[in-house]
């Protein structure tokens, strides 16, 4: 989407991918290689005037190698050394905590360390320092037996990629009433944030985001601090949890457009996407301005059938859903497939009720 963003201003683009078949692939030439092999990433540098991320899982070490090799006067945006510190999730907690952004204590998780749990209390939240998404990297400890079994299934398995595998850190469990997000811009000359927004989340995956009714200066406020604190210069989607008494904490930052902000491609205003290509590109950004607009997430299913019966019954029941469908080549359960946006009144209510009818029409 990004890439589309940019064929719009008529700049020519290139992708990564260790994948075939990928979405980016459909739009723009790609290259497959792996994100962790500096060739790989040093060949994007040599043949790109910009390069930038749609994922936190290239490491910073190999971006800024990788740079340097293809010529010092190659640019990376976001930073690589902003990407290494938030991409290591207990260091984008210490820059939050030394900068006074409000934030869960986290520390490294030790197996079998029993003081943990008295310092940290139950339950308490555990989380893979690297390579986490969707959920996938964060579990919930309620019970001394939940601690057991966790500690045994590290000793046993652990995580993931190998080379990202840096071990865990715990986090106290916050009780918060809702999830919001905001997406921050900042460039050297001007910064700011698109609308507040709240993301509800089923199993850990984000489902229903819509117009969050508060005051918008607080999270705003904490979420740029966050970015700040980061050294962050581009497009960040920064995840809050929102407390009882209406103070919120930085659950997490994302170095590039975010899902919670996928509602900016139909709301009438600039896009997420547009807005980063613009900061990327280093061209003036637009102050995100459009109509209150909700976005459902489509996740994949068991038993799929064919999907753009799904996009008719979404469709037919409210002309005015738009659909989203990334053209993934798998449909895993759970895997985020597409999206719907609906602008305008009731947005979150129609929303809702268009995946219905699209999970309806898609199951076989
Ligand atoms: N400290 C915490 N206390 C309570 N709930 C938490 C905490 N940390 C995370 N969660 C819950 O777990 C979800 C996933 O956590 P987190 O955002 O850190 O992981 P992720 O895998 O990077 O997520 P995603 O890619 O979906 O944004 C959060 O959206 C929230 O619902
Ligand atoms: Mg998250």
Known sequence: MSIMAAQRMGLRCLSLDAGVDTPASQVAPARVGSLSDEDAVAEVFRLCERVTLENEFVLGSVIEGARLWAGAERQCLPD??????????????????????????????????GSLVERFGLPMVVKSRYGGYDGKGTRTLRTHE????????????????????????????VQFEREIAVMVYRSEVEEGCFPVMVSEQEDHVCSLVYPWEGDPPGPQGVALAAVRAVGGFGLFGVELFELAD????????????????????????????????????????????????????????????????GLRAAIEGDRDVRVHWYGKSESRPGRKMGHLNVAGSDCRERAAAARERFYAAWGS
């Open 146 to 173: 939940d601690v057991a079994r966790f500690d045994a299934w590290l000793e046993s398995s652990g995580f993931g990629d190998p080379q990202l595998d840096k071990g865990w850190l715990v986090e106290r469990f």
């Open 80 to 113: 690589p050394f902003c990407v290494e510190r938030i991409q290591d999730k207990l260091v984008q907690r210490r820059s939050l905590v030394a900068a006074d952004v409000p934030s869960p204590p986290a520390e490294p998780y030790k197996a079998g360390d």
């Open 246 to 309: 209406g103070s919120v904490q930085v659950n997490e930052i994302a170095p590039r457009p975010h899902n919670s902000g996928h509602y900016t491609l139909d709301w009438g205003g600039v896009s997420q996407f547009e807005q980063h290509v613009r900061l990327v590109m280093g061209l003036p950004i637009v102050v995100p301005r459009g109509e209150p607009t909700a976005m459902a997430n489509l996740l994949g299913i068991e038993d799929p059938g064919d999907w753009q019966d």
